[in-house]
Structures are given as C-alpha cells and as structure tokens.
C-alpha cells in the first residue's frame, strides 16, 4: 500500500508539473502575440492620410467576373481607430455608392452606407458586421483599420513562409457580432507585414483565405499590398481589390469623413 500511495503521489507530482509547464507555456505564448500584434501597429503610424485609386474585382464559383472602380480615401485618427470613405465610380448601377467606415479599438465600429437608387443613409448595424460588402466575399468587419484592442493573441509556430521567416499568429475577436471565431495570420518578422490570413466562422470551420500580394513601400517607411486577393472556400467565389495608384498627404481632414456628407461624396 505504501509503495502504490508514493507511486500515486508521484503522479500527481508529474501530472500538476506538466500542467504548470503548459500554462506557461501558453502565457509566453500570448504574450509573444500580443507583442508580435503592437509592433505591426506601431510599423504603421504617422501616415496621416491616403487616397487610393481601385478595382475591385468580383469573380463567381464558375470563373465569371464582374469590376468595379472605386475610390477609398482613409484618415489616421491620433489616439483612436482610421476612417475610411470608399466611393463606387462604375458601373452605373453602383456609381454614387458611399460608404464610411469609423473604427474604434474598444467600442464598436461605426458604419454607414449611401445608397443613391434609394437616396438613404443606412448604418449598417453591428449585428450585421458580418454581412458581405457590396455582394463581395469582403464583410464590413474587414474593412476595419487593425486596432490592437480587438483581438486576444497567440503565437502558435515560426516558420518560412515564400521564403521568408514568418510568424504564424492567432488572434480571437473579442467583439460578440464579429463573424469569425478566429484568424490565422502569417506576418513577416522583417517588416511585420501580414501576407496571408485565414478565417474561420462561429462554427470553427476554414471560410475564407485573404492574400496580401505585391508589396510597395511609400516615403520609405508605409508598406501597402497592391493586391488584397479573398478566397471563400466554402462556397469558392472571391473578389479581388486590386490598387492602380495611392498618394500619401492628399489634405484629407475629419470634415471629408462625416457620414452626413455621404450624399455628396465626390
């Protein structure tokens, strides 16, 4: 009896060891993430204002396609979440389309789209963050400026990823209306540029992939990816967002973001 209550002890031993080794393992983990999380937003600060000049592409599950042109104009709002006006140029039945993006780290997104066959305003509500953009495989919650804030992190491996050393990171929403229960994020250890990401729905199953292509680097410091190419593997259409030309400095301020200016955004 004695022998087997040291045996039994010794397991509990081993067993209390192991699970104290994990946790920890699990809090280095979240904090490399976390890390890995504010160094990509802090790579990407003082841009100040952009404008940028791009087709999106939509493309069904049998190849056929469909562009769009449109303009979308972001602001980099000190000590809270980018603003973003797109405007919808052609084809006719979508040209006028506005449609303005507030994002915050901690409260929820605002968002609001003008509708020109109708002549409304529409916010689109935060329950409804995860319906598609525009019938394209983008929802409105991926049109959100990257805040720290609304994600929890976990480093899960380093490895090479098209010939570079990458970091392999998860992050969780934290907001209840997000569409995804988590991404999956390959970011570059050089630059911390995010090249690919993979996102799962409610139910923990792969839905989309989105790749980051061809990137360019502005005023030697703001890397941008000149192609945003989204891939729905559960029902394989995609759309692309393809940027024919971006200027930094263009004198945007917070009066060309007011969602009552939305009808006549130029």
């Not at 495989?137 to 400026?145: G, P, R, V």
């Not at 720290?148 to 380093?158: G, H």
């Amino acid at each position: 009896m004695v022998g087997l209550k040291k045996l039994f002890n010794s397991a509990v031993v081993v067993i209390a060891f192991f699970s104290t080794s994990v946790a920890l393992a699990d809090e280095a983990s979240e904090q490399e993430g976390q890390r890995i999380a504010e160094e990509r937003k802090a790579r990407d600060k003082g841009w100040d204002n952009t404008v940028a000049d791009t087709v999106m592409i939509l493309r069904n599950a049998q190849g056929q396609e469909s562009e769009r042109d449109m303009r979308v104009k972001t602001l980099e709002v000190e000590g809270d979440g980018d603003k973003a006006l797109t405007i919808f140029d052609s084809p006719k039945d979508v040209s006028g389309t506005a449609f303005l993006s507030i994002s915050h780290p901690i409260e929820a997104d605002e968002q609001w789209i003008y509708l020109p066959a109708v002549k409304r305003v529409k916010r689109i509500a935060s329950r409804n963050k995860s319906g598609p953009f525009m019938a394209s495989e983008f929802a409105f919650e991926d049109l959100t400026s990257f805040e720290v804030e609304k994600y929890k992190y976990d480093l899960l491996r380093e490895e090479e990823y098209k010939n570079m050393p990458v970091y392999v990171v998860e992050q969780v929403p934290q907001d209840d209306f997000s569409g995804y229960s988590k991404q999956i994020l390959w970011i570059d250890k050089e630059h911390y540029r995010v090249h690919k990401v993979e996102f799962f729905d409610k139910k923990g199953d792969h839905l989309k992939t989105l790749d980051f292509e061809d990137y360019k680097l502005y005023q030697d410091k703001y890397w941008r990816p000149l192609k945003s190419l989204m891939f729905n593997v559960q029902t394989q259409k995609s759309t692309d967002l393809i940027t024919k030309k971006l200027e930094f400095g263009v004198g945007l301020d917070e009066s060309d973001f007011d969602k009552n200016s939305l009808r006549r955004a130029r």
